[in-house]
């Protein structure tokens, strides 16, 4: 029995993404497979999950999960990434980021596992958007002098 890993991750990132809440990780799922006739109905134990960067932008986050059998699955609790500040405001240009999330387990036959998922993400400079018009009119219109008026 394999463990199988589901994640959704926004393809940028920005300390103003960051600062306005603005998740990098969406959704992860973690699950199994239904068992098959040739195939034992156990379970997967002792699962860890941690995620790492490259180059390192973000403080390593872990998530552990005791158990799921088979046919199981389960979102990993939502938590806002800790990126290390110093690195975001210092970027000036945008750069690609590997985001690396490591599974350990103990397989149904008791065998210890691994599955490792890459996943591609642009951090962009802080006072850099992204190519999205909705956060640039935000970002725009509540720094522009006559909004400010507008807003007092």
């Not at 999950?49 to 872990?62: A, G």
Request: hydrophobic share 40%.
């Amino acid at each position: 029995m394999e463990l199988h890993l589901n994640c959704e991750l926004a393809s940028t990132f920005s300390l103003a993404a960051q600062q306005n809440a603005y998740p990098l990780l969406k959704r992860a799922l973690v699950s199994t497979p239904e068992a098959t006739d040739g195939e034992p109905s156990g379970s997967i134990n002792d699962i860890r999950i941690r995620l790492t960067s490259d180059p390192v932008f973000f403080e390593p986050e872990e998530w552990l999960i005791d158990r799921l059998a088979a046919g199981q699955s389960a979102k990993l609790q939502e938590r806002p990434l800790k990126p290390l500040f110093e690195k975001l405001t210092g970027l000036t240009e945008q750069m690609q980021v590997q985001l690396t999330f490591a599974a350990s387990y103990i397989d149904a036959e008791g065998q210890s596992r691994e599955l490792i998922s890459h996943y591609e993400v642009c951090v962009l400079p802080a006072d850099y958007w992204g190519a999205n018009p909705a956060r640039q009119s935000c970002w725009v219109l509540s720094y522009n002098p006559t909004s400010m008026r507008l807003k007092h």
